[in-house]
């Protein structure tokens, strides 16, 4: 258990992921009926970027100023890209950020999560480690129809599951270390959806060697998936000697047609996240809808 999100905090996989993730949120409130949001590796629910490059043991890099860090709060972006970024830089004022370029704090999922929820929403956070869930328990004390969960996230997808609402995001956003996260994953999702099988549900993945999407879309070739696609984003475009080039989304019941604007928007999002020449985003249907 040593990963600690606060160094990677807004770096380009929190912006793919988090960008998504109000993608999904706005699109399953397009009904009114009453929806459940479960995050299972909640992280801290915030960050303070100044301590981006502090972390338990050795001084790294931030790596948000290759992330968020190249959004600039008002420039014009597609619609999507844009509440992101809006939200993100709302979040940055509010605890003491400069309008402008002076980035302070980043919202992890519970804050993305609480900003977007509806009256009628409610929330379930959950995280293993003491510290970060010690965090979340404070920043969310007294929330309405908020609840944190020191649990882990994959028993949580069964303690937790179906909820009264009957209609569920879940986010799963685990860190890749233990080596078998994956097959956790896909026993995760499997009795997830055996509980609701219309949840919607997103899990980030790593590109790498050696957790990458093709092991995890391997290992999911056993389920019978429902509908489902991937948003992937390689920032390297096949050239750094680096350990994670590119990341991804995989959604299993996305709302209907938010593919078709998610889309258009990827080119805007591979210009400002790009660190090579060959950068490149899709979005590509993993199990088609029938
Ligand atoms: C990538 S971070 C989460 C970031 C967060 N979802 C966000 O987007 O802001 C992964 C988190 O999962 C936690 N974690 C690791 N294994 C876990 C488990 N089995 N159950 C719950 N949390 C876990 C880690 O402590 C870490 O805080």
Same mark, same amino acid.
């Given at each position: ?5 606060? &160094?990677?905090?807004?770096? /380009? *996989?929190?912006?793919?992921? $988090? ?16 929806? /459940?949001?479960?995050?299972? $590796? ?23 100023? $290759?992330?968020?860090?190249? /959004?600039? %709060? ?38 993305? /999560? ?10 379930? &956070? ?6 970060? =869930? ?21 028993? =949580? ?5 179906? +909820?009264?609402?009957?209609? *569920?995001?879940?986010?799963?956003? +685990?860190?890749?270390? %233990? ?12 009795? !997830? ?8 549900? %997103? ?10 999407? #093709?092991?995890?879309?391997? *290992? ?42 998610? #889309?258009?928007?990827?080119? !805007?999002?591979?210009? $400002?996240?790009?660190? !090579?020449?060959? !950068? ?11």
């Amino acid at each position: 258990m040593n990963y600690r999100h606060a &160094f990677h905090a807004g770096n /380009f *996989a929190d912006v793919l992921k $988090h960008y998504v993730l109000i993608r999904l949120v706005r699109g399953l409130q397009r009904k009114e009926k009453p929806l /459940f949001m479960l995050d299972t $590796h909640a992280g801290a629910g915030a960050y303070d970027l100044r301590h981006a490059a502090r972390g338990d043991t050795l001084e790294r890099q931030p790596e948000w100023p $290759h992330g968020i860090g190249r /959004f600039r %709060a008002g420039e014009v972006l597609p619609p999507g890209l844009a509440e992101y970024v809006g939200l993100v830089h709302e979040f940055n004022r509010e605890h003491g950020g400069g309008a402008g370029e002076t980035w302070r704090a980043y919202p992890g999922s519970p804050e993305i /999560f609480a900003h977007l929820r509806r009256p009628q929403d409610r929330l379930a &956070f959950v995280e293993r480690h003491p510290e970060e =869930a010690a965090l979340l328990e404070q920043q969310f004390r007294g929330a309405p129809r908020t609840q944190v969960h020191r649990l882990d996230g994959y028993h =949580a997808l069964k303690a937790l599951l179906p +909820p009264v609402e009957r209609r *569920a995001l879940v986010l799963i956003d +685990p860190p890749y270390e %233990a080596t078998d996260e994956i097959a956790r994953i896909v026993a995760g999702l499997t009795a !997830a959806l055996r509980r609701l099988p219309a949840a919607t549900i %997103a899990v980030w993945y790593p590109l790498t060697t050696r957790a990458g999407g #093709e092991r995890l879309e391997q *290992a999911l070739v056993a389920l019978s998936l429902p509908p489902a696609w991937a948003v992937e984003v390689d920032v390297w475009g096949g050239q750094g000697e680096v350990k994670m080039p590119g990341c991804g989304v995989l959604v299993l019941n996305p709302p209907w047609r938010l593919d078709l604007e998610i #889309e258009p928007e990827l080119p !805007a999002l591979v210009r $400002h996240l790009a660190r !090579a020449p060959g !950068a490149a985003a899709r979005l590509r249907w993993v199990v088609p809808e029938s």
